[in-house]
């Protein structure tokens, strides 16, 4: 292996003039045959080797000045080692123009290169920089301004790589340390947006070292902030960011930079730093086709006052208002969670699907990558699951390759948020501990809420409150590292759904208060449908219904199947305690569809089991214990009479993990979710009950 050129060479590596380099076995084989021709034909194959793109007549033009002649290029071509098909030029293999170059004597090379410079047609001037570089043997000013053109057309085609390597050749060659510190920096940015985030990391801790900071700032465009928030510690991010804003040049990169500051705050789960950005962004007057937007964006990162509670009465931004977003560059967007919040998220969905056509005509990857992870949730919200599968999917891989830790963990928490729904264990834990071990390291608040996040409701959805409310209550908890305004806001919900199955009230009514403040404040339409279900959960009497009819009503336009089959699930479930089978049946039925639809087993196997009971005939007679073991049934009743699990625990003489265990099992069999509603069945004490096994 170690007689092969570098693997991974770009392909625009043609303009940089000097072919890769090969072994020492392979140099000699192929040099061996090059000894054997006369001087002219050697000089006319090492010409054809450094020209590297296979032009015939700049290498003919080239070698006037060596005595090429036809004579010349016919024992080059009779050697076997040159092939010409017309004005092309292409060797035997591959490697042999490498071995040719590598073998022959700087000075010849340096001289081959300059003798091709000349010999380029007047407008090539990308070309010509390069062979001049490759004959340079210093410091020389005219060559590095020649680079420095060259990498500029390399961006106007989107050639970032090949841009990167120009003007980092620009910069060896630089006699003021200030140029060479510019175009390094520069050369980082073009790194970046080709997706090389540690290649631009270290372009920028070089152009720092000969310029100092605050020029590379200005040449960069703020980078190190955008790094930082991309792989490295989101306070850190802000700190770089809102101090670049009163650096770079021009208002536009400003409002780049602080609209990431307040990202970079929300992320951290820091609304005080968040409301700082903010209060930067807002000193700004961009005037021109910037100043519509200003309002949307303080509407949007006005959410919350510097404690973390809603703010006042600031609306949110309206679909027109998101839609102006659509005509800048992605630093403008804000977190499609906050977007979710809100209740635009369907307008943000049409931003981002633009912005990726855009990054991908441009082939700006880490960009591409991180509008790919916000599309794919919103794809997963609108009941698009394969689709948020698959851009999940890509921009995690793309985030891999340009090493973008925290997008990865975005994509990674997307594909957890669809194991969850689907049941799928495995899937879950290691996309979320993968997003954890990432998240909590590098204070990211936000990723870190969304796993907790996640994790809960896989447990909710699987049956088991307790273990989803010990994962989603440390989002409300100040200090915790999972602790997060946006994501207990959206989780509340959630959270006051597995509360009222354990019998914890005071909880769900927190969390209901919560979503009605924000219903009102706001009029996103989640909020609105969420309030009404939270609010038929909490009933127990005869505003249960209504509530449910006003969510499902409220839901006929969501974007979101999934909620509104999971309160199809809730109302069915209802209906059926209640005795009104056909009507239950109605409901179960059109959850259980689109639960199938989506592919998410658990809560399709918990609304089959319920239409499965809705089902049975004489129900009304049955004894509502029938089908529990002794020990069940004994818990059941005490449950039901207000005791808690200790209580029971003390009373059987068993664990309360033991009890516990128990009412998971009883509530399926009864057809409850708590014990408030366990309290309103009779539980007769001469039940029908299974023969006990061992252990039981």
């Given at each position: ?38 001087p ?12 590297g ?97 060259a ?23 630089s ?70 804003m ?35 962004l ?6 021109g ?16 006052d ?20 659509g ?9 499609v ?11 943000l ?12 005509r ?18 997963a ?18 985030a ?11 994509c ?186 989506l592919?998410?087993?658990p ?94």
């Open positions: 292996m170690q007689e092969l050129p570098t693997v991974g060479r770009d392909p625009d590596d043609g303009a940089s003039g000097e072919p890769v380099p090969v072994g020492p076995r392979l140099r000699q084989a192929f040099c061996a045959r090059a000894e054997a021709l006369k002219a034909t050697r000089a006319l194959l090492l010409l054809a080797a450094a020209e793109r296979g032009d015939r007549h700049v290498v003919d033009r080239a070698g006037a000045g060596w005595g090429v002649d036809a004579s010349t290029w016919d024992e080059a071509l009779r050697s076997g080692l040159l092939q010409a098909s017309g004005a092309r030029l292409r060797f035997r293999h591959p490697l042999v123009p490498a071995a040719l170059y590598d073998g022959a004597p700087f000075p010849d090379r340096r001289a081959a290169h300059r003798a091709l410079a000349a010999a380029l047609p007047a407008g090539d001037t990308e070309h010509r920089a390069w062979h001049l570089a490759a004959a340079a043997d210093g410091a020389d000013e005219d060559v590095a301004a020649l680079l420095e053109q990498a500029a057309r390399c961006l106007e085609r989107s050639a970032g790589p090949l841009a990167a390597r120009t003007l980092r050749r620009a910069a060896d060659l006699p003021d340390p200030a140029d060479a510190a510019r175009r390094l920096a520069v050369a980082a940015r073009a790194a970046w947006d080709a997706g090389d985030a540690e290649g631009a990391r270290r372009l920028l801790d070089d152009a720092e070292r000969l310029g100092g900071v605050e020029p590379v700032v200005r040449c960069s465009g703020g980078l190190r902030g955008i790094l930082e928030f991309t792989v490295g510690l989101a306070e850190r991010a802000h700190h770089y960011l809102v101090g670049d009163a650096v770079v040049d021009g208002t536009r990169t400003a409002m780049e930079l602080g609209t990431v500051a307040a990202r970079a705050a929300w992320s951290a789960g820091r609304p005080d730093l968040q409301q700082a950005a903010l209060a930067r807002l000193a700004l007057d961009p005037g086709e910037l100043a519509p937007v200003m309002p949307t964006l303080r509407a949007w990162w006005a959410c919350y510097g404690t973390g509670r809603a703010a006042g009465p600031l609306p949110a931004p309206d679909a027109a208002a998101v839609g102006l977003l005509t800048v560059p992605w630093e403008l967007l804000p977190p969670p906050l977007a979710q919040a809100c209740g635009v998220e369907g307008p969905h049409d931003v981002l699907r633009v912005q990726a056509a855009q990054l991908r441009r082939h700006e990857l880490a960009a591409l990558a991180m509008v790919l992870a916000q599309s794919a949730v919103l794809d919200a609108a009941g698009r699951w394969e689709a948020a599968e698959a851009g999940a999917t890509e921009g995690l891989r793309l891999e390759e340009v090493g973008a830790d925290h997008v990865a963990s975005q990674r928490l997307c594909l957890a948020n669809l194991a969850a729904a689907r049941g799928d264990a495995p899937g879950l834990d290691g996309h979320t501990t993968l997003a954890l071990a990432v998240s909590v390291r590098q204070g990211v608040r936000a990723l870190t809420a969304s796993a907790y996040w996640v994790r809960g409701r896989a447990a909710l959805f699987d049956g088991r409150p307790r273990d989803a409310l010990h994962h989603l209550m440390p989002l409300d908890e100040p200090g915790h590292e999972a602790a997060h305004p946006t994501f207990a806001l959206l989780a509340a919900p959630d959270t006051a759904e597995a509360a009222t199955q354990e019998g914890r009230t005071e909880t769900a009514a927190a969390r209901l208060a919560a979503v009605e403040t924000w219903a009102r404040r706001t009029g996103a339409h989640w909020a609105r449908t969420a309030a009404h279900r939270l609010r038929a959960l909490a009933a127990g009497g005869p505003d249960t219904e209504a509530a449910y009819r006003a969510a499902l009503d409220g839901a006929g336009t969501a974007p979101d199947p999934f909620e509104q089959a999971r309160t199809r699930l809730l109302y069915g479930e209802w209906l059926r305690r209640v005795r009104r089978r056909a009507d239950a049946r109605h409901e179960l039925t059109g959850a259980a569809e689109t639960f199938a639809r592919g998410a087993a809560l399709r196997a918990r609304a089959v089991r319920e239409l499965g009971l809705a089902a049975q005939s004489g129900a009304r007679h049955e004894p509502a214990g029938a089908g529990l073991t002794a020990q069940e049934l004994r818990v059941a009743q005490l449950a039901a009479e207000g005791l808690t699990n200790r209580e029971i625990a003390a009373r059987l003489l068993i664990s309360h993990r033991t009890v516990g265990h128990h009412l998971g099992s009883v509530y399926p069999k009864l057809g409850v979710t708590s014990r408030g509603e366990l309290a309103r069945i009779a539980m007769a004490g001469d039940l029908r009950f299974r023969a006990l096994g061992p252990g039981e």
